[in-house]
């Protein structure tokens, strides 16, 4: 009877180390796709092993920054406009979020 008992735990913990598993590749999908790192035909895609709902969010999120850059950019002649701080334009930067939300907020009041 013990044995049934120790079966079942088990088949638990090898259960519960694959739900880890993927919450993990989850998890560092999330943080890809927040820093631009994945494009439209490379995305997670719902029900793949990697897709989660917070992925999405994180992915829709990132291509709307994308755009709002590229249309600030667009709309400035980036030499001469002292409206976007030159760190905006470093790779680097680009990931900062606030930076360019300021940036649209400030589009706006004008």
Known sequence: ????????????L???????????????GCGV???????????????????SPSYGDVYNLRRRFDYL?????SLADVKNCSCIPQACLHREARTNISVVM???QNENLR
């Open 33 to 51: 796709a927040a820093l631009g790192g994945t494009s439209e035909p490379m995305r997670a895609r719902r029900g793949q092993y990697g897709w």
């Open 102 to 104: 300021a940036m649209a």
């Open 1 to 12: 009877m013990e044995f049934f008992g120790i079966r079942r735990r088990i088949r638990n």
């Open 14 to 28: 090898f259960r519960d180390a694959a739900e880890t598993d993927q919450l993990r590749v989850q998890l560092a």
């Open 69 to 73: 850059l590229e249309r600030m950019q």
